[in-house]
């Protein structure tokens, strides 16, 4: 199966700077990497995904990156505001997998004023 | 907060006692997942079910029970049998084909006294 690995656990930045959270996956037979962002007791929602035919997807501040060759992805969070403090998870499906999402293990962003 | 809905919102849970956690949706999806959430480890998947009467086990599924009599629905039941059965619960949904998104409910604390 899958095997998703998410670095680092915790980070902090200071408000205006950017963020970067980094995922390697196991079974080069994904083809699609969402990402989602968690607040405090609530459920995660998607902010942004990629299919494994695209290297890069960008929507306003966020953005991700893909590399199958060396099978990792990452997000990039710019221009980083208080309200961007959450915990991000990233996931990858297998093809024709039943639409299971292998999960990393979460990153908390801490953005300080 | 439509379209995915678990109640209750806490439960709390005598030793020895099983409980049911309810999941409906009213987004005509086919797949219903069922995730715990512990802190600092992500989502692990418990049950999913791709059709109505037939459902899989995920990575975690011992001391757990579901069903999937109807396509809106799909409770998951925490029996006596689970050893460690106190985490967040959340139910997700998703239809379609590889890409499509995977929308989570709100989620349900249990807590065993």
């Known amino acids: 199966g899958e095997n998703v690995e998410q670095h680092p656990s915790t980070l902090s930045v200071q408000e205006g700077d950017s963020a970067v959270i980094k995922c390697t996956y196991s079974d080069s037979a994904s083809n699609y990497f969402p990402w989602y962002k968690q607040e405090l007791g609530k459920r995660p929602q998607l902010i942004i995904d990629?299919?494994?035919?695209?290297g890069e997807k960008k929507d306003q501040r966020i953005a991700v990156t893909l590399n199958k060759t060396a099978k990792h992805f990452s997000l990039h969070i710019t221009e980083t505001q208080p309200e961007d403090s959450a915990v991000y998870f990233c996931a990858a499906r297998i093809s024709g997998s039943a639409r299971q999402l292998t999960f990393g293990s979460g990153t908390q962003l801490t953005v300080l004023p | 907060d439509g379209g995915i809905t678990q109640s209750p919102k806490y439960l709390f849970r005598k030793e020895g006692q099983n409980v049911t956690l309810s999941c409906e949706q009213n987004l005509n999806h086919d797949a219903m997942y069922w995730y715990r959430q512990d802190p600092g480890q992500g989502l692990r998947l418990i049950y999913y079910?791709?059709?109505?009467?037939?459902?899989q086990k995920g990575d975690i599924a011992e001391g757990y029970s579901v069903s999937r009599e109807k396509k809106e629905s799909f409770p998951l039941t925490v029996t006596s049998a689970q050893k460690n059965p106190t985490a967040f619960y959340l139910c997700?949904?998703?239809?379609?084909?590889?890409?499509?998104?995977?929308?989570f409910g709100p989620g349900t604390r249990l807590t065993v006294l």
């Open positions: 990629i299919r494994s035919n695209v």
């Open positions: 079910s791709q059709i109505v009467n037939d459902f």
């Open positions: 997700a949904s998703t239809n379609g084909g590889d890409y499509n998104e995977q929308f």
